[in-house]
């Protein structure tokens, strides 16, 4: 094999790179880098302040149900999942992420379904029914047990943070599954498979304006 040069591929690099797109993602970038303290903006503007404390520690859920799981109630897997959730949702005091789970599998000693945290109130909310004439849902019901999703609630972050909120929502969610997944390998069997953004969020019945979908695991026993 023929070792390239360095210069080989910056040339290839150059000739390849997509002028138009690298500039629009510049000046996205660019729009949502902070510009100011946003501590020193919250101070004076006593809406968002009071609305911060009112959300301060909470995680965003569904605002209605179908049916709900008391957490003390729930199979130890899910259990496990919703405590490793809460112990890192406990260390930011701002929450834009709405985790939702899936339960593709009547053996978890609750329904099949679509399912957001309730911390405060200790419940597992059924929100969504799974409709099995889904093609995208087919393989997945197949092969995994759970999934655990991160969407970004987009009017949230951008009401208290502006057009950096964006960018500081994605971090989040970033650390959030890093360290949640971190912990879930030791007794889970995890996978990460490419999903489609936009009808994910549709199959999981959320709002496309309001939800931005930025990952998702798959969960199975652990072999």
């Known amino acids: ?50 609305w911060i404390e009112e959300k301060r520690g909470r995680v965003i859920h569904a605002d209605t149900f179908l049916k709900r799981y008391s957490f003390d109630e729930l199979h130890e897997s899910l259990w496990h999942i919703t405590n490793v959730l809460k112990h890192y949702i406990d260390t930011d005091s701002l929450n834009f992420t709405l985790p939702v789970l899936g339960v593709f599998k009547d053996q978890f000693e609750l329904e099949t379904g679509f399912y957001t945290f309730d911390f405060e109130n200790r419940y597992l909310v059924k929100y969504q029914e799974i409709d099995d004439s889904v093609e995208l849902l087919q ?22 943070l502006g057009r950096q909120g964006y960018r500081d929502g994605l971090v989040q969610i970033g650390e959030w599954f890093g360290k949640v997944t971190s912990h879930l390998t030791l007794v889970h069997w995890l996978r990460t498979i490419f999903i489609p953004d936009q009808p994910w969020t549709y199959v999981l019945g959320l709002n496309l304006r309001k939800q931005f979908h930025i990952k998702t695991i798959f969960i199975g026993e652990k072999k």
Do not use: C
């Open 1 to 50: 094999m023929i070792a390239m040069s360095s210069n080989y591929w910056d040339e290839a690099k150059s000739m390849l790179l997509d002028d138009k797109a690298l500039n629009d993602v510049l000046k996205f970038h660019q729009n949502t880098t902070r510009i100011t303290d946003i501590n020193s903006v919250l101070g004076k503007d006593e809406i968002r302040s009071t």
């Open 139 to 160: 393989p997945i019901r197949r092969e995994f047990h759970l999934s655990l999703s991160f969407f970004l609630s987009i009017e949230e972050a951008v009401f208290i």
